[in-house]
């Protein structure tokens, strides 16, 4: 019996002899209801304007997160995969996940993982926010 693995955007026919699926996420071809509604991060096919296709010079901040995502996911530290950063995501909520940037997204994944990981607490995080809002003379957190 072939079957459909995977969340409502991305879907790979399964045989019970591939490897890799966990059983909790198959779901049987012949019978659609057993298919979860999309989530609101699943965004294919829905209305959202045009594209804006004008050439995006990363700032700063974004490379250092794009080379932060990638040095935690290197082979020499293997501290997180793109599995688990595009989960994270995922799963930042409904809220986040339409307001944050692409790169803030990840960041927020990023802090999420490693927290989870208890690799970083949330003590040293906003301690760090702290530091950097004196030096750009922002105000601190209430």
């Not at 974004?62 to 080379?67: A, G, I, L, P």
Request: overall charge neutral; aromatic content about 4%.
């Amino acid at each position: 019996m072939r079957r459909v693995c995977g969340h409502a955007s991305f879907r790979v026919i399964m045989t019970p002899e591939t490897i890799g699926c966990d059983n909790r996420m198959r779901h049987d071809m012949t019978n659609s209801s057993n298919i979860p509604p999309p989530r609101y991060h699943d965004i294919g096919g829905r209305t959202a304007g045009p594209v804006d296709r004008t050439e995006h010079v990363l700032a700063p901040w974004e490379k250092r997160v794009d080379v932060l995502r990638s040095l935690l996911g290197d082979k020499t530290r293997r501290i997180l995969s793109t599995d688990e950063l595009r989960n994270a995501i995922e799963n930042l909520g409904e809220e986040p996940y339409a307001t944050l940037g692409y790169y803030e997204r990840w960041m927020a994944a990023l802090i999420e993982i490693l927290k989870g990981k208890g690799l970083l607490t949330q003590e040293e995080i906003d301690d760090r926010m702290d530091a950097i809002r004196l030096r750009l003379g922002v105000e601190n957190r209430p």
